[in-house]
C-alpha cells in the first residue's frame, strides 16, 4: 500500500474517532455541539429501507459515551466496526512510520482479511435485515 493511501486511511479513522467522541446522542437524535445533527440516511429517507450501515453514528457516539449495550442496540456491528476503526489509528500510523515494504505481507494479509471479515459480516447483516422486513 502506497503512503498516500495510509495517510488518507489514517485521517478518515482519525475524523470518525473525533466525530463519535463530539456527537452527543439522546432519543431525540444526534447532536453537533448542541445543534441538532440534521443529515440522515438518503436510503431510509426515500424509501424506507435501512442502509448497511444505518445507525452506525449513533452506535459509534453510544461506544465513545461507554454504552456498549447501547450501541448493539443502534447497529449488531457498530461496536465491532467502531475497534476496528479505532485500531486503524495506530496500524496507519504504524505503516506510515514503516514504509510501506517494511510492513510484513503477513501482517498486511491478515489485517486485509480481517477487514474483509468485517465489512462481509456488516453486508450479510443487512441482507438479513433486508431479508425479514421484505418477509
Not at 63 to 78: E, I, K, S, V
Not at 103 to 124: D, P, Q, S, Y
Amino acid at each position: 500500500m502506497s503512503n498516500l493511501f495510509n495517510a488518507i486511511m489514517l485521517f478518515v479513522c482519525i475524523a470518525i474517532t473525533v466525530g463519535a467522541f463530539v456527537f452527543t446522542l439522546d432519543e431525540m437524535g444526534l447532536y453537533l455541539f448542541g445543534l441538532k445533527w440534521p443529515f440522515h440516511c438518503l436510503l431510509n429517507h426515500l424509501f424506507g429501507i435501512r442502509c448497511a450501515l444505518c445507525g452506525m453514528t449513533r452506535s459509534f457516539t453510544a461506544m465513545a459515551g461507554g454504552d456498549p449495550a447501547g450501541a448493539f442496540a443502534y447497529h449488531r456491528l457498530g461496536p465491532v466496526l467502531f475497534f476496528l476503526v479505532v485500531f486503524q489509528i495506530p496500524y496507519r500510523i504504524w505503516a506510515l512510520a514503516a514504509s510501506p515494504k517494511k510492513v510484513g505481507k503477513r501482517f498486511r494479509r491478515v489485517h486485509a482479511g480481517l477487514v474483509a471479515v468485517v465489512l462481509t459480516a456488516v453486508m450479510v447483516n443487512w441482507l438479513i435485515y433486508l431479508g425479514g422486513r421484505l418477509l
